[in-house]
């Protein structure tokens, strides 16, 4: 579900939002905001998390191959508008602002991620993803990838349009990460466990 919890007459800055947030009563719950406007999201799901994680993890290991950039995650807040006041909190993030884990910055950046990873909830309505995916474009992220687990594609885009991905389909990093390639497929699977290994193994029967 996504809340407005405050009217145009009552608009936050960036810095009382910083505030709000981490209240203590508040730093349980997941806030963006959008010119002024304080919005609460829901909390995501494990498909949310798994398709995350799995992401992440691709996006990681060829950060690390490379030697270049750095992924975060969790809705990590990134100033998209000063003085409209919006700041946003992409799923997943690639930056290449600081080399050092000592110059990240203290609270939210004001320089946006070249790549924006969004996963798609029950509940995002298509005009709040819609106005999240411009206000990334219009302030400096050149790609956002918007992953849906239920038909399990991916959404491309950029000012150059858009492309969408079947899960038989390979995502690539583009310009932005040369070389990056993932199949779709590989973004909604769990790990081979020992679990899965017991289920889909035949019992010997006894001589």
């Not at 590989?186 to 010997?204: D, G, H, R, V, W």
Request: hydrophobic share 35%; charged share 30%; net charge neutral.
């Amino acid at each position: 579900m996504i809340v407005s919890l405050r009217t145009e007459t009552e608009l936050m800055t960036v810095d009382e939002f910083y505030d709000f947030v981490n209240r203590p009563e508040n730093r349980a719950r997941i806030f963006e905001l959008v010119r002024g406007e304080v919005i609460e999201l829901s909390r995501p799901t494990r498909i949310h998390g798994r398709v995350c994680i799995n992401t992440g993890f691709a996006l990681e290991t060829f950060a690390r191959k490379k030697k270049k950039g750095y992924v975060v995650s969790n809705d990590s807040g990134v100033i998209l508008e000063n003085e409209a006041g919006t700041v946003r909190g992409p799923d997943i993030a690639y930056y290449e602002d600081v080399d050092q884990f000592e110059d990240l910055p203290q609270k939210w950046g004001d320089i946006p991620p070249r790549l924006a990873v969004e996963v798609l909830s029950p509940n995002d309505g298509a005009s709040y993803l819609t106005q999240k995916i411009q206000d990334y474009l219009d302030n400096g992220v050149e790609v956002v990838w918007v992953i849906d687990p239920d038909t399990k594609t991916v959404g491309v885009y950029s000012k150059a349009g858009v492309q969408f991905l079947s899960e038989k389909q390979t995502l690539t990093g583009g310009y932005i990460l040369p070389g990056f390639r993932v199949k779709v497929s590989e973004l909604f699977k769990l790990p081979e466990t020992s679990i899965a290994k017991s289920k889909n193994s035949t019992p010997k029967r006894k001589s």
